[in-house]
Each structure stands twice: as structure tokens, then as C-alpha cells.
Nanobody, 124 residues
Framework: QLQLVESGGGLVQPGGSLRLSCAASGFTSHSYAIGWFRQVPGKEREGMFCINSRGGITVYLDSVKGRFTISRDNARSTEYLQMDNLKPEDTAVYYC?????????????????WGQGTQVTVSS
């Protein structure tokens, strides 16, 4: 059974850092496209990044450019979202998602499997 399990969320002060992990089981994550999304209550889930099956990275959300980065560990079949210089407006539930065709999209529609989400709260 394909599964994505996220970890690493929590409460952090403005300017702080967090690293989210997205561990894949039942499949090798690097053979899929992995998207990172976030959602705040009352708003649609928005795409931030995607890494395709060849390792190419696309950034969809301007507000995180230069502060957030993504990476993958093929050996561990784990994806990472490094978030630096966090701001209160980054507060959201963060999700990773897998797209079996290996092709990236900022839309939630093409993604087949989703992590459970992890809450990130940025507050002093």
C-alpha cells in the first residue's frame, strides 16, 4: 500500500526554521513527482514546490522563494522541505503528495497519494 507519512511540524518563532520530512512506503518516492502544498482554514490548498522523477525542481509560490527549499534522499525514499526565515503568514497545514506519472503540477488534481499533513505555526 502506497503511503506518505509526514513529520517535523510544530511551533516556531518568526525567523526560525523547520524541516519537514515526507517518508514514502510501498513505493520509491524518486520514481514519482512529489509536490509540497500548504493550506490555511478557509482557503484552497496551494502548491509551493514540486520535484519530478528526474530530480528537477519547480517553485510555484513566490512568497517562499529564497526561504524554503526541497530535497530528496533516494536511499531513504524520503523528501524534505527546509523552511527558513519563517513568517507568521507561513502558518498552515503542510502536505506532501505523490504523482505516479512523475510529472509536476501546482494543482492538487493530478496527485494520487497524500500525506496526512503536519501543522506549522509561526508565532512569538
Amino acid at each position: 500500500q502506497l503511503q506518505l507519512v509526514e513529520s517535523g511540524g510544530g511551533l516556531v518563532q518568526p525567523g526560525g526554521s523547520l524541516r519537514l520530512s515526507c517518508a514514502a512506503s510501498g513505493f520509491t518516492s524518486h520514481s514519482y513527482a512529489i509536490g509540497w502544498f500548504r493550506q490555511v482554514p478557509g482557503k484552497e490548498r496551494e502548491g509551493m514546490f514540486c520535484i519530478n522523477s528526474r530530480g528537477g525542481i519547480t517553485v510555484y509560490l513566490d512568497s517562499v522563494k529564497g526561504r524554503f527549499t526541497i530535497s530528496r534522499d533516494n536511499a531513504r525514499s524520503t523528501e524534505y522541505l527546509q523552511m527558513d526565515n519563517l513568517k507568521p503568514e507561513d502558518t498552515a497545514v503542510y502536505y506532501c503528495a505523490a504523482q505516479s506519472g512523475g510529472i509536476c503540477s501546482p494543482s492538487v488534481i493530478p496527485y494520487d497519494n497524500w500525506g496526512q499533513g503536519t501543522q506549522v505555526t509561526v508565532s512569538s
